[in-house]
């Protein structure tokens, strides 16, 4: 007789997962009572469990349970933690918080406690590296602005005779705003310099010319320009990080060189070495930082899906061989990063 009770369906890992869990576990219990296979030794009924669960539940027994050896020699054990996995858990409030709440200080008026809470983003373009021309044949050089937004001085003494400053009333300016009213002032400082490019708090500037020494007669001229600039409206640099007349710079998480535009060496690293996201969060963060590299990286959308369905608001967190094979298919295509030309008006375009 319990020779001719077939097993039940192997668990399917889509679609519902709670309620396709609840269909596996009652035709497994209803299965176990008919054959008998419940007076058999724990050993033989985990055995068994374990054989007709499928390839997939399976792969989620092994990867994701951590079970000791003991109680992988427990059926019910392994039932209640593969209940634990693929039932939803729910969220329990453990304490609340209010967010977005404004303290006044004392001494602050009212206006100025609103102001603080309530501010008017300051919006920037920061073209960054797309201005960056085929024309480039190097050199480059690269120098940092001394005084940035946080530079406050709250008396004259401070101040450096016959440099600019400027003053931010912390009432309108929050530490959200100020970064991009800086941004602007130097945009405005060093608008109309052919070949410099601020970017946040550094400058770049490119030499281009059909040959080296073309390049670097250009790059010269353009220097001065921008020291000039500098000057006149007293700009100050600072000279330790000054890299001059290079063929070859680290910029903003990329390498600039006369070949091409290539992904940081140290960033690729980075991506090799994380290990694989166990929550929610930690799917974001690989999300957010591969995304740095999207330009090098041909079908990462496509290749990132899967994931990306894990972060979505109202889905169970299910870590399943799809998403493990997701992330090695990122991590082989971060090792074949190539070396991107500078965008060239000159030549032909193809839309991939």
């Known amino acids: 007789m319990a020779a001719t009770i077939p097993p039940p369906a192997p668990m399917k890992l889509s679609g519902n997962l709670s309620a396709n869990w ?3 576990r009652a035709e497994y219990e209803d299965y176990a009572l008919a054959t008998e296979l419940v007076d058999k030794p724990e050993g033989v009924q985990a055995a068994t469990l374990r054989s007709v669960m ?20 427990d059926v019910t054990v392994i039932l209640n933690s593969l209940e634990r996995y693929f039932k939803p858990a729910k969220n329990v409030i453990y304490e609340r918080y209010v967010f977005g709440c404004c303290k006044q200080e004392e001494g602050s008026t009212s206006e100025e406690m609103g102001l603080m809470h309530f501010t008017i983003p300051e919006e920037l373009r920061v073209e960054g590296l ?9 050199p480059l050089t690269r120098n940092t602005v001394v005084r940035a937004y946080h530079d406050v001085f709250t008396s004259p003494v401070e101040a450096v005779p016959g440099e600019v400053h400027f003053e931010l009333d912390p ?3 929050t530490t959200q705003l100020a970064p991009e009213v800086y941004h602007r002032k130097q945009h405005e400082l060093l608008e109309g310099l052919e070949g ?38 007293k700009l100050r640099l600072s000279v330790k990080k ?12 990329h390498i600039l060189s006369a070949a091409g535009l290539k992904a940081d060496p140290e960033k690729v690293r980075a991506v090799l070495e994380m290990p694989a996201p166990s929550d929610v969060k930690g799917v974001q963060r690989f999300i957010g930082f591969v995304t740095y590299l999207a330009k090098f990286l041909p079908r990462l959308s496509e290749v990132c899906e899967p994931l990306r369905r894990l972060t979505d608001k109202d889905a169970v967190w299910h870590w399943l061989p799809k998403h493990d094979a997701a992330v090695r298919e990122i991590k082989q295509l971060v090792t074949m990063t190539p070396v991107l030309r500078y965008y060239n008006v000159s030549k032909p375009v193809t839309v991939q």
């Open 242 to 253: 000054l890299q001059f007349r290079v063929s070859e710079l680290r910029f903003h998480g």
């Open 130 to 138: 797309n201005t960056v021309d085929d024309s480039l044949t190097m």
């Open 171 to 173: 009432a309108v300016c």
């Open 22 to 24: 609840e269909i596996f």
């Open 196 to 233: 410099v490019e601020p970017i946040a708090d550094d400058i770049l500037v490119v030499g281009c010319g059909d040959s080296e020494d073309e390049a670097c007669k250009d790059h010269d001229a353009k220097l001065v320009a921008l020291l000039d600039r500098c000057r006149q409206v």
């Open 54 to 73: 499928g390839a997939e539940c399976r792969h989620v027994y092994k990867h994701n349970l951590n079970l000791s050896n003991e109680e992988q020699a």
